[in-house]
């Protein structure tokens, strides 16, 4: 079973930077497609960015499209969001999940089929 694991939330000023990072448990796990949601308390799990064909195409939101970047390092098993201007709206649980198949759209939760257990992020004013 593979396991993914979050790191890097944290609390943060609007307008601050922060970078999550999610490494695989299994070097050898090879997802179609690596995807970014994020959850704020009494809303609904919202994807946010999406990255796959080793790392050639990438998908974001349009609440966060300009200041979110998503890459991944092969060699480590590790997908990575970079997140700058960050807002108030930000705020929520960042969850990191891998689809093996599929179709559709790439932010489609139901896609996915591995994930991780969160990380918090809090943007403050």
């Known amino acids: 079973q593979v396991h993914l694991v979050e790191s890097g939330g944290g609390s943060v000023q609007a307008g601050g930077s922060l970078t999550l990072s999610c490494a695989a448990s299994e070097s050898s796990f090879s997802p179609k497609i690596m995807g970014w949601f994020r959850q704020a308390p009494g809303k609904e799990r919202e994807g946010v960015a999406a990255i796959w064909g080793a790392g050639a195409n990438t998908f974001f939101s349009d609440s966060v499209k300009g200041r979110f970047t998503i890459t991944r390092d092969n060699a480590k098993n590790t997908v990575y969001l970079q997140m700058n201007s960050l807002k108030l709206e930000d705020t929520g649980k960042y969850y990191c999940?891998?689809?093996?198949?599929?179709?559709?759209?790439?932010?489609?939760?139901?896609?996915?089929?591995?994930w991780g257990q969160g990380t918090q992020v809090t943007v403050s004013s």
């Open positions: 999940a891998a689809a093996t198949q599929g179709q559709g759209y790439v932010l489609d939760p139901l896609r996915y089929t591995y």
